[in-house]
C-alpha cells in the first residue's frame, strides 16, 4: 500500500494559564491517511506526539460547532475540512478571534453565547395564556416551522463572529449569531414581543444598523445559513418600525 504525502501542521500554541508560556507556532508533520479531515489528524498529532495539545470536539460530524478554528486564514469547523483541499500540504491553524482564549486552539465561545442569550433574551415570550400547562398546545403551520426550522440550524460555532468584520472592530456588536437568533422569535408567532420591542434591543448601531454588509458570516457559515437574508428582513421590520 502506497504511502501518504506528509502533512505540515504549523499550530498556534499558548496557554494562558502559564505564566512563563508565551504565544508561538508549532510545527508537526503527520502521513496523510484517505478521507482524512484536520479533526482526525489534530486528534492523531495529541495521541501520537503531543498530548498536550488543546483543542475541542464532541461530535466530529458538523452539529455540536466545538471543533471552530480558523484553518489557512479562513474560520471552519475542522472535522468538516479535509486534509486533501490543501494542494500543498501546509495547514496552519489559529484558534477563533473574537473569544476568549482557553489555549492554543481551544476558546470559550460559550461565555459569549450566553451572555448574547441574556443581552437580547433570546428565549420564547408566550402570549398570555401560553404558560398554562393545561392548555391545549397552539398548532402551527407547515410553512412557520419550516421557517423556524431552518434558523435553529445554528450550531453555535462561533465562525460567523470570527469572520465579522464588523464585530472585530466593534467589540459591543451582537454579531450574526446573535441577529439570526432574534429573527427566529420575531418570525415566532408564539412570541409575544412586538417589531418595537425588538427594535429597542438590536435598533442600533450594536445590533442590525452596525452590520456592513461584508458577507463573512454568510460565506463562511458551515451550516449554509441565510444570515444577509434574515438581517435584511430584520432591517426592514426596524425601519417601519422608526416610521
Not at 391545549?136 to 410553512?143: C, D, G
Amino acid at each position: 500500500m502506497a504511502k501518504g504525502r506528509t502533512l505540515t501542521f504549523s499550530i498556534f500554541r499558548y496557554d494562558p494559564q502559564m505564566p512563563d508560556d508565551k504565544p508561538k507556532m508549532v510545527d508537526y508533520q503527520i502521513e496523510e491517511a484517505p478521507g482524512m479531515t484536520v479533526f482526525i489528524a489534530l486528534n492523531q498529532l495529541r495521541e501520537q506526539q503531543d498530548p498536550s495539545l488543546q483543542f475541542d470536539f464532541v461530535c466530529r460530524a458538523g452539529i455540536c460547532g466545538s471543533c471552530a478554528m480558523v484553518i489557512n486564514g479562513m474560520p471552519t469547523l475542522a472535522c468538516r475540512t479535509l486534509t486533501s483541499k490543501f494542494a500543498d500540504g501546509k495547514i496552519k491553524l489559529m484558534p477563533l478571534p473574537g473569544f476568549e482564549l482557553i489555549g492554543d486552539l481551544s476558546v470559550n465561545t460559550g461565555k459569549f453565547m450566553r451572555e448574547i442569550a441574556e443581552r437580547l433574551k433570546l428565549w420564547l415570550h408566550p402570549k398570555t395564556g401560553d404558560d398554562d400547562i393545561h392548555r391545549l398546545e397552539a398548532p402551527m403551520s407547515p410553512e412557520e416551522a419550516a421557517k423556524l426550522y431552518e434558523l435553529e440550524r445554528c450550531v453555535e460555532c462561533g465562525v460567523c463572529v470570527s469572520a465579522c468584520a464588523t464585530k472585530q472592530m466593534r467589540d459591543t456588536f451582537v454579531g450574526a449569531v446573535g441577529l439570526m437568533k432574534i429573527a427566529r422569535f420575531e418570525l415566532d408567532s408564539r412570541d409575544a414581543r412586538s417589531a418595537d420591542d425588538f427594535y429597542h434591543v438590536i435598533g442600533n448601531q450594536d445590533g442590525v444598523f452596525g452590520c456592513m454588509t461584508l458577507l463573512g458570516c454568510q460565506d463562511n457559515c458551515p451550516k449554509d445559513l441565510p444570515h444577509m437574508q434574515q438581517i435584511a428582513y430584520l432591517r426592514r421590520k426596524m425601519a417601519v418600525t422608526l416610521v
